[in-house]
């Protein structure tokens, strides 16, 4: 559910000033199936099973699972409490975003989340959570498919009405070490500016069972917000809304074991130099 401050601790490698944790101990403990968790900014990491990350979960304790993104031979100062926050202008193209407003068809959002929610789980490393994103990546794909082409795939069941063929909107895979990839739909600016990010999590988790892979539809949680999304996103290229910067749509995987998907895209665009000039993300929409 943190998925903003994983992207701020994410970009930054989650190091602390002294990395205590070196390759040998990345190989050796990965190949035991321990996790190596961030627990609190400035804290040391330490290693869980994941049977010890389910029971963090359990008692809501916030965590990042930052075994993927570590790196021992690169420590940067840990993101102080005091960093200082891009102060942004007031909201401005009210009477565009009212009109595009006027476009949401409850409808759509509703048919993503039963879809979503049929699946018996999400799960990152599960058959259900592969099926899970393709269908979700499918889902984006279409509707820039039908704007583009004219053609409808009965795959989403969306209603989309005045069609533009100009879109320039895409959609790709952004891979992980786990099976379950993220989605990234991106939305070009009319310049070249920092990205914007709206996003929502595709995974989902199994608290009460004891097996992260039990049956766990995730309808809240956060099958709401990748519909919410998917229909802004319809909205935006049906419109063919052009922001002055780029907009990206991110439907991110492994949220649920501790901010694994976000880490990873944030700390690729790190490493790209991609500049970012803001990010929300929804949970539980609705």
């Keep these: ?50 049977d010890e990350k389910l029971e963090l979960k359990r008692k809501d304790v916030n965590f990042m699972d930052v075994t993927e993104v570590w790196n021992p031979d690169a420590p940067i100062p840990k993101l102080e409490k005091n960093t200082n926050l891009a102060v942004y202008p007031p909201p401005s193209h009210q ?46 794909q279409a509707v820039i498919s039908f704007l583009l082409y004219g053609i409808h795939f009965p795959l989403t069941g969306l209603q989309v009405i005045d069609a533009n063929p100009g879109t320039r909107a895409t959609v790709r895979k952004f891979e992980h070490s786990w099976p379950q990839h993220s989605i990234i739909a991106r939305i070009p600016g009319t310049t070249d500016g920092p990205v914007s990010i709206v996003s929502a999590h595709t995974d989902t988790i199994n608290l009460d069972y004891g ?57 690729d665009y790190k490493k790209r130099g991609v500049q970012v000039k803001g990010m929300m993300n929804i949970v539980l929409a609705g």
């Design 1 to 50: 559910m943190k998925l903003l401050y994983s992207l701020l601790c994410a970009a930054i490698v989650v190091a602390s000033v002294q990395a205590k944790v070196t390759h040998e101990d990345l190989a050796k403990n990965k190949e035991k199936g321990l996790r190596l968790l961030h627990l609190e900014n400035g804290a040391d990491p330490i290693w869980k099973t994941e």
């Design 95 to 140: 009477t565009q975003v009212r009109e595009l407003i006027g476009k949401i068809n409850v409808e759509n959002i509703k048919k993503t989340v039963h879809a979503l929610a049929d699946f018996h789980d999400r799960y990152i490393t599960t058959q259900g959570g592969v099926d899970a994103a393709n269908w979700m990546t499918q889902a984006v």
């Design 211 to 267: 097996r992260f892979w039990e049956e766990a539809p995730g309808a809240d949680d956060d099958a709401s917000a990748c519909g919410e999304l998917l229909e802004v996103f319809r909205i935006f290229v049906e419109s063919n809304f052009q922001p002055t910067t780029p907009i990206e749509f991110q439907w991110v995987s492994g949220e649920e074991p501790g901010s694994l998907g976000s880490q990873e895209v944030a700390t």
